[in-house]
């Protein structure tokens, strides 16, 4: 061995195995061989496989983490967990002692756990297993049944409320049927949100299916969506020419929904001025001296329509001469 001439000598431990070593000694042309000596470089403590780490919704069954380690004697393992992905400082797990331990999943967390092993050769430290835990999918609040007005634009929607991680949102078309089967799926209606379609009035059924990282697709309850009749004049005030003095009535007719309100108004300068009390479909002029011109204005639960403006024009009564 070059350079070994001194009277001690530091064995290699780079490789485990058995060498056999022995000094030789010159002295006066005479040369001596010690004994030989056995060194033994046993294999040191390793991480063969360390733990993998897994997703699972709240209270699922977990898989056992799992360690496998190399080293001399026996083997010893502890497990730890931490909040962050680290191996080290983290919070010993009482009891947790042999080569798997199975996570918890009562609480919806993000844990890393890791084991340390050591053996008659020193100690190993696994990598750090990342355990999810996450939010099992639910639906909260069903879709509410709406009323919309035909083809008055509404911010109203049909909304569901779920619980979950990466949720993913469907919402089907049932026509007239009172189901959460059977439905077509609404292209982009992907949200949490739908606004029903406005331009046919009728009853339709909506409902929605909700998908998240945990468990399966869950479907709402079908929701009705009721496109009502919108506020129509059917009958507009008729303009019309009448002596003064003379009683005359005009008169409005109109559909709707729910109760039905009229407000008739006379036009100054060009401007509507509400005629105070003059609330029902009929507004009678009597004793008016001059012209004048009028409209009424529809309100039900279905929106707001505005008549057409009749002209009253008012003649003179005619003058007698004796």
């Keep these: 061995m070059a350079g070994e ?30 004994a030989l000596a ?7 403590t390793a991480i063969v496989n360390s733990p993998v ?26 497990w730890y967990q931490q909040q962050h992905n680290s191996n ?9 002692t042999q080569a798997t331990y199975t996570p918890l999943t009562s609480v ?29 999918t639910a639906i909260v609040t069903q879709p509410a049944n709406l009323k919309l007005c035909h083809l008055e634009p509404t911010a ?12 993913r949102y469907q919402w089907y078309d049932n026509g007239t049927n009172n189901s959460n089967v059977g439905g077509t799926a609404i292209a982009g209606e ?25 468990g399966t697709v869950y479907t709402t309850t079908a929701a009705r969506a009721e496109v009502q009749t919108p506020t129509v004049i059917t009958l507009q005030p008729v303009s019309t020419i009448y002596c003064s003095g003379t009683p005359i009535t005009l008169k409005v007719e109109a559909i709707g ?13 060009n401007t509507p001025r509400i005629l105070s009390g003059k609330t029902n479909n009929t507004l009678v002029l009597s004793g008016w001296q001059s012209t004048n011109s009028y409209l009424v204005v529809v309100t039900s639960d279905c929106g707001v329509a505005t008549s057409t403006i009749a002209r009253v024009e008012v003649k003179s009564q005619p003058t007698i001469y004796l």
Aim: glycine fraction near 8%; charged fraction near 10%; hydrophobic fraction near 30%.
């Design 53 to 78: 780490g897994a997703t699972y919704c709240q209270n699922a069954t977990a898989t056992p983490l799992s360690v496998t380690a190399t080293g001399v004697g026996t083997l010893h393992y502890q």
């Design 190 to 214: 992907v949200y949490d949100a739908f606004v029903p379609p406005i331009h046919t009035i009728g009853v339709r059924y909506y409902y929605a299916t909700v998908q998240g990282a945990c």
């Design 156 to 167: 109203n929607a049909m909304r569901v409320v779920a619980t979950g991680d990466n949720l």
């Design 108 to 136: 919806v967390t993000t844990t890393y756990y890791y084991a340390v092993v050591s053996s008659d050769c020193g100690i190993a430290t696994s990598t750090a297993a990342k355990i999810e835990v996450q939010t099992p």
């Design 88 to 96: 080290e400082r983290g919070t010993l797990l009482s009891g947790a």
């Design 257 to 269: 929904i729910g109760t039905i309100k009229y407000q008739w108004y006379y036009i100054s300068n």
């Design 5 to 34: 001439t001194g009277d001690t000598y530091t064995p290699s431990t780079a490789q485990s195995g058995e060498e056999y070593y022995f000094v030789r000694i010159f002295n006066n042309g005479c040369t001596t061989d010690s």
């Design 38 to 44: 056995k060194v033994t470089v046993q294999s040191a």
